[in-house]
């Protein structure tokens, strides 16, 4: 069977290779792509992993060590900062550093010391008191190449290693034996939550396009299995048939994808996620799951093509002559409509549970999925409305042609209505970002314990000296003083505001001084890695909708190439061909477009509506759909030379 397959590819000439090829370059794209979607995953459970020493137990008994964080600020970034003091001198060496700090010494991620490179002391490492660097820091104790981090060794007695401290981004000082079984930061996961809905938004569509590979030319494979079935070849033959040539070229096809994404990978480690690029390695999935995608995406193939397979071995005598189909059901679009509702009714009763969340998400995956469902009804229903009210030969061709095949229609613009789709769904999230530079006059406090409020304030008025204003107040404005502390704020001018805040930090135990405007540090980083998200996975989905285009509008031309040299013949001028198949493009590209782009913006609407307009995400919605209708107009353009080609060659097939 297998020689039958290959001996029945190489005489079909060149068009059958062109096919084949096809199909192994559909499927790798689309194996390139969900590789980086399930890779995506790994990555931050990488960071969470590689940072969770930094919130280590504590210990039951004496234990061996003090530690405790705090984000400094220096201009409008901030530092991660690790405080370490050994209590009995034998305390093990944190991940990425040779050995226990000494008090006096910091130690700097690679991305700090270059920051500090050019910033006075007084800027920044006085704060630590008088130190030295003693080394950098190993990718080992960094979630990215791009972190600041500073750890400062301190002696056991040191106030800063017994201060309590108040914000939410801090540890406390806590004895601990050593540095497993930390706790990952909380952002992990709510990065996580939003790569796996990444991950679905560009999965979904990659996979429609890997299940779509195997209906490429499917008419000209149909009518050859069908005179296979006539002339006595069993339903089982034509399905191994079918088998071994759509999964021997899918199988190339997933291997040619796995190696490209292991090539790629390097650069798309530049993307920066959570303030900076990442480490390769985080975004190896490993062997195992990297071949499951691999194997995953040719089964998909395979039984998309079986599925294909229903009517040549049912009724091989209707495929022969060319039987009109029947019409696709309504049943579609109420599995659409009832997944829609769904989703829409569970983000008014979702929770902040994990099961909850996930849910969601699920509902969600399906809509989308969904969207492959709807899709061919609403191109056929196009078509015999076009049909009915056709006033040219060109527009009467295309208006056939969707309502008589709209599934292979559908594959052609099904890359841009779900990319749509997505965009609607994701683009209007608002981004905005607070603006972090220094302003002429600032206010920096900090909150400590209110008994030793008056003793610390004085100490400060005398460090500071006229370079700044001291007061304590129950509130400044942006920090309030929680039960049994009190907040000390410092009133100076730009220019000083670093070496201000390098003192307050030195004479301060306990949290960092802060401006109101550096609490929106964090959440511009967060806003920030959203918008990259948002960015890369239309990206991604888009040119999936590209690469579809173009193969899809290619196969057309190959699976049509009879009918196209029968029109020539009976004296049909190309130019009407050209007309009527950019038609059956773009009709329904304005039609379903638009229509996604509505659908998903109505979906997400509940969730993203309440958090208020940026126009930013508008300019994004439109760029990608610009830039989306663009590629499947080029896609077409692409194949007219074959057009061409095709109408000139009325040699007999081969097959």
Not at 291 to 299: D, E, L, N, S
Not at 397 to 419: N, Y
Not at 527 to 539: E, I, K, P, Y
Request: a negative charge; glycine letters at 8%; proline letters at 5%.
């Amino acid at each position: 069977m297998t020689e039958l397959a290959w001996r029945l590819t190489r005489l079909g000439g060149r068009s059958a290779l062109l096919s084949t090829g096809l199909t192994a370059l559909a499927v790798a794209v689309a194996t390139l792509l969900l590789q980086f979607a399930v890779a995506g995953n790994f990555a931050f459970d990488a960071r969470a992993d590689r940072t969770a020493w930094r919130d280590a137990p504590e210990t039951d008994g004496t234990g061996t060590a003090v530690i405790a964080t705090a984000l400094d600020h220096l201009g409008g970034q901030s530092v991660t900062r690790i405080d370490l003091a050994s209590l009995d001198g034998d305390a093990p060496a944190p991940p990425g550093m040779d050995a226990f700090p000494a008090p006096g010494e910091v130690w700097l991620s690679p991305a700090a010391a270059d920051l500090l490179d050019d910033v006075p002391e007084s800027d920044f490492l006085a704060r630590y008191g008088d130190v030295e660097v003693a080394g950098e820091l190993g990718a080992e104790a960094l979630a990215h190449p791009n972190e600041l981090v500073a750890v400062v060794g301190r002696a056991a007695d040191d106030p800063a290693m017994s201060t309590e401290r108040f914000n939410a981004d801090a540890v406390s000082p806590r004895a601990i034996d050593g540095f497993d079984g930390g706790q990952a930061d909380a952002v992990y996961g709510f990065y996580m939550i939003l790569m796996v809905l990444a991950a679905i938004l560009m999965a979904v569509p990659a996979a429609v396009f890997g299940a779509a590979a195997a209906r490429l030319t499917v008419s000209r494979r149909d009518e050859r299995l069908a005179t296979l079935r006539l002339i006595g070849a069993t339903p089982g033959q034509v399905m191994r048939l079918t088998l071994i040539e759509t999964v021997l070229a899918a199988a190339a096809g997933s291997v040619a994808g796995t190696v490209a994404w292991m090539l790629v990978t390097p650069l798309v480690a530049l993307i920066p996620i959570d303030g900076g690029r990442w480490f390769a390695a985080d975004l190896w999935a490993g062997a195992p799951w990297m071949a499951v995608v691999a194997v995953a995406v040719p089964v998909l193939v395979a039984v998309s093509a079986l599925i294909g397979l229903r009517s040549v071995v049912i009724s091989p005598l209707g495929v022969a002559r060319r039987v009109k189909p029947k019409g696709l059901k309504a049943i579609r679009v109420a599995v659409f409509v009832v997944l829609s509702a769904l989703f829409m009714i569970a983000t008014q009763l979702v929770s902040g549970s994990m099961v909850a969340v996930a849910i969601l998400i699920v509902l969600f995956a399906a809509t989308l999925a969904a969207v492959n469902l709807i899709g061919p009804w609403m191109v056929q229903r196009l078509g015999r409305t076009l049909a009915r009210t056709a006033r040219g030969p060109a527009r009467l061709l295309a208006a056939r042609r969707l309502a008589e095949d709209p599934k292979a229609a559908w594959r052609t613009v099904s890359g841009v209505a779900i990319a749509g789709f997505v965009a609607g769904s994701v683009a209007m999230f608002p981004m905005l970002m607070a603006d972090t530079s220094t302003q002429p006059n600032e206010t920096i406090a900090a909150m400590v314990p209110a008994d030793d409020a008056e003793t610390l304030a004085a100490a400060l008025t005398a460090e500071l000296g006229d370079r700044a204003e001291v007061a304590i107040v129950d509130s400044s404005g942006f920090l309030t003083a929680d039960s049994g502390a009190a907040v000390i704020e410092a009133t100076t001018s730009g220019a000083d505001l670093e070496s201000v805040r390098s003192t307050m930090t030195a004479t301060l135990p306990g949290d960092p001084p802060e401006r109101e405007i550096d609490s929106s540090i964090l959440s511009n980083r967060l806003m920030g890695s959203v918008r990259t998200g948002v960015t890369v996975v239309l990206a991604v989905v888009f040119v999936t909708a590209a690469v579809s285009a173009a193969i899809s509008a290619i196969g057309s031309v190959l699976d049509r190439r009879q009918t196209y040299r029968l029109l020539h013949l009976a004296g049909t001028p190309q130019k009407v061909l050209d007309q009527a198949r950019r038609q059956e493009t773009l009709l329904p590209l304005g039609f379903l477009g638009g229509a996604s782009v509505l659908t998903g913006m109505l979906l997400t609407s509940p969730v993203i509506g309440g958090l208020g307009f940026d126009a930013s995400g508008a300019l994004i919605l439109g760029a990608t759909l610009a830039a989306g209708t663009a590629s499947v107009i080029a896609a077409g353009s692409l194949s007219r030379p074959l057009l061409a080609s095709v109408m000139r060659d009325v040699s007999p097939r081969p097959d």
